[in-house]
């Protein structure tokens, strides 16, 4: 599927998520963790989405890479600060709170990686490229591919030509 606008991907909505969570734990009346703590945690959390964005924002494939590995390296950031609050004994009224947080976390991570996998194993090199020649292209040579996939898939069990099947 193709998205067009950042909102709508998955893993921003997650990512917008863990900050709307990591800030209702925060701004709770009970939050005994020092301004600094405070601080780092809500930036990290809030960085996961807004990099997905500027990343989606920017127009080329390497531009988001880079930003989507930014965003999980926040991610990462969020969740190792939560397992250093599970640590900590003025925070054990949080603990179902922060394990659900620290899922949602992993959960960012693993959509952001498979995605940078994927964009790492595509030849399009971003929005900014596109014109009509190298759609065109990109759309005639993706088109080529999936006939070949067909015909191949005809071919009987044991034909010489037929890839990876015996």
């Known amino acids: ?15 917008i998520k863990l900050a709307e969570d990591i800030y209702d734990m925060t701004e709770a009346k009970d939050w005994s963790g020092s301004y600094s703590l405070r601080d780092q945690l809500e930036r990290a ?16 494939t390497n531009e988001l890479l880079a930003f989507l590995y930014i965003s999980r390296g926040s991610a990462g950031e969020v969740r190792s ?6 640590r900590r004994r003025g925070f054990t009224h949080f603990k179902s709170q922060i394990s659900n947080l ?22 399009i090199k971003g929005q900014r490229h596109l014109n009509e020649k190298t759609r065109s292209s990109y ?10 996939k067909e015909l191949h898939d005809k071919l009987p069990p044991g034909h010489p030509l037929r890839k990876g099947k015996a």
């Open 1 to 15: 599927m193709t998205y067009s606008r950042f909102e709508d991907l998955p893993v921003w909505q997650e990512a």
């Open 45 to 60: 959390a809030l960085s996961v989405s807004n990099n997905i964005a500027e990343g989606f924002e920017r127009g080329t």
């Open 102 to 123: 620290k899922s949602i976390a992993e959960s960012c991570s693993r959509q952001l990686r498979a995605w940078a996998d994927h964009l790492q194993n595509t030849e």
């Open 81 to 86: 600060m939560l397992c250093f609050l599970e």
């Open 139 to 148: 759309q005639s040579k993706k088109g080529a591919e999936e006939f070949e």
